[in-house]
């Protein structure tokens, strides 16, 4: 099993809609958790930090479930501009050679 | 404030040749990592360092060396590139273990 696992997608969804996507992570240890978008031939580019309680950002909205070992991204009212690849990160934190990468998530948007 | 910069932005080699990848950050980040991203993979550690003259080996270390002489600037070094070392490579920084800032990439391909 991967220790970072995410849907590789893709998640064709038309402008307007509600889409969310999981993260799941076999190390129980894990302490800190984020959202990262990649475009295409970019660099990632952090999206938003994932904290016990949840977070929202606008039409964002990451949740941590400890209990199962996951974390979920939600965009509402998805934009055009949504299209991206969504990486999930997951780190003990103590141990910067054990920051792990999912491989992403690729959405689409269509108008 | 550039935030993370690298240097070259593409490159094409021969196998057997050599050269050395520059990332340089303006953010006074403790931490550095060299990560290679390969299609339909996440980002994998190359090597990583904690501080200036630190550096330590991560998930896929073999083939490459780097050097952390002063706290802004990581290289990464190739002393004799081959075919499976064709990918493109991220430099990221960040302070202590949190959120990650990732330069442009550079995009190396050896034939």
């Known amino acids: 099993r991967k220790e970072v696992e995410q849907d590789p997608g893709p998640f064709n969804v038309p402008e307007g809609a509600t889409v969310a996507f999981n993260c799941t992570y076999s190390n129980s240890a894990s302490q800190s958790f984020f959202w990262y978008r990649q475009d295409c031939r970019k660099e990632p580019k952090l999206l938003m930090s994932?904290?016990?309680s949840g977070n929202e950002d606008g039409r964002f909205t990451a949740q941590l479930n400890r209990a199962s070992q996951y974390i979920s991204l939600l965009i509402r009212d998805s934009k055009l501009s949504d299209s991206a690849t969504y990486l999930c990160v997951v780190s003990p934190r103590s141990s910067a050679s054990k920051i792990i990468f999912g491989s992403g998530t690729r959405l689409s948007i269509r108008p | 404030n550039a935030g993370v910069t690298q240097t070259p932005k593409f490159r094409v080699l021969k196998t057997g040749q050599s050269m050395t990848l520059l990332c340089a950050q303006d953010?006074?980040?403790?931490?550095m990592y060299w990560y290679r991203q390969d299609p339909g993979m996440g980002l994998r550690l190359i090597h990583y360092s904690v501080g200036e003259g630190t550096t330590a080996k991560g998930e896929v270390p073999d083939g490459y060396n780097v050097s952390r002489l002063k706290k802004q600037n990581f290289l990464l070094g190739l002393e004799s590139a081959a075919p499976s070392q064709t990918s493109v490579y991220f430099c990221?920084?960040?302070?202590?273990?949190?959120?990650?800032?990732f330069g442009p990439g550079t995009r190396l391909t050896v034939t």
């Open positions: 994932v904290y016990s």
């Open positions: 953010m006074n980040h403790e931490y």
């Open positions: 990221a920084s960040s302070y202590e273990g949190s959120e990650q800032y």
